[in-house]
């Protein structure tokens, strides 16, 4: 599943779509195909793993999934979702994703104080929120897109190795400064992520996610299928601790 940096690379690479007007629309997508036909586009954006094509009367979101692809003036072998045609033969092809119309203004329709690569990324606010779920795991607050719109599986195991927060300590136990780490280094791994990725160099910068021997401990890492998303985690025993309610906390 792309995760939000990756995201913000397509609405980047589809920038010069902004300001052209949809001249066909197709796909297998429950959208009202007609309604797209002469509409101008305003603005390629992201929220999270979001994709949104803003238009004045209406706008697209497109979620890729697990699977979801997208093609710039190409097509795959395969049937898009929505296939959008510009002037001069140049199109936007868009498949195996969930596609949504979104009738209210974007700046409405969602909360970018919640997204970590958004100018309007609020920390406060997202510590406010973990503060009133004490009892959620650190794994599913990471990636809880109401409070990290954006972080996905990579960016969590990275993010927790990076703080030293075990995968399940309960957020409402994390001492302040640790709260207040996890909650800075989400934004600040995205942004390390949006720019390895544009420079193809994301993986070789793991330090936790696929990783089999902890770098700080050198010794095999713990993996397994953590919180009630049960994505893989990848963690140290060692030297990430798990904070829990209690005299434990205290450690
Ligand atoms: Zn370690």
Redo the contacts with the bound molecule.
């Keep these: 599943m792309p995760e939000g940096p990756s995201i913000l690379i397509a609405a980047q690479t589809m920038g010069g779509f902004a300001g052209q007007k949809i001249l066909r629309a197709s796909g297998s997508a429950p959208l009202d195909m007609a309604a797209l036909v002469g509409q101008r586009i305003l603005a390629l954006r992201s929220w999270g793993k979001h994709l949104l094509i803003e238009m004045p009367r209406f706008s697209v979101r497109i979620h890729f999934l697990m699977f979801g692809s997208w093609r710039m003036n190409e097509r795959k072998d395969a049937e898009p979702k929505l296939s959008l045609g510009f002037a001069g033969g140049q199109e936007l092809n868009f498949y195996t994703c969930a596609v949504k119309r979104v009738d209210a203004p974007l700046d409405q329709a969602y909360d970018w104080s919640a997204d970590v690569l958004s100018d309007h990324w609020d920390a406060a606010a997202a510590r406010r929120k973990l503060r009133l779920t004490p009892q959620m795991l650190a794994c599913d607050a990471l990636l809880d897109q109401s409070i990290f719109s954006g972080v996905g599986n990579i960016i969590k195991n990275e993010v927790l190795f990076r703080t030293q927060i075990h995968p399940l300590s309960q957020v409402g136990a994390l001492p302040p400064a640790r709260l207040r780490a996890l909650v800075d280094d989400a934004r600040q791994y995205s942004f390390h992520f949006l720019a390895w990725k544009k420079a193809g160099v994301l993986k070789r910068h793991w330090l936790a996610h696929t990783r089999e021997i902890?770098p700080?401990?050198v010794?095999p890492f713990s993996k397994a299928h953590l919180g009630k998303t049960r994505r893989r985690s990848f963690f140290?025993a060692?030297?990430q601790h798990n904070y829990q309610p209690g005299p434990a906390a205290q450690a």
């Design positions: 902890c700080r401990c010794i140290c060692y030297c």
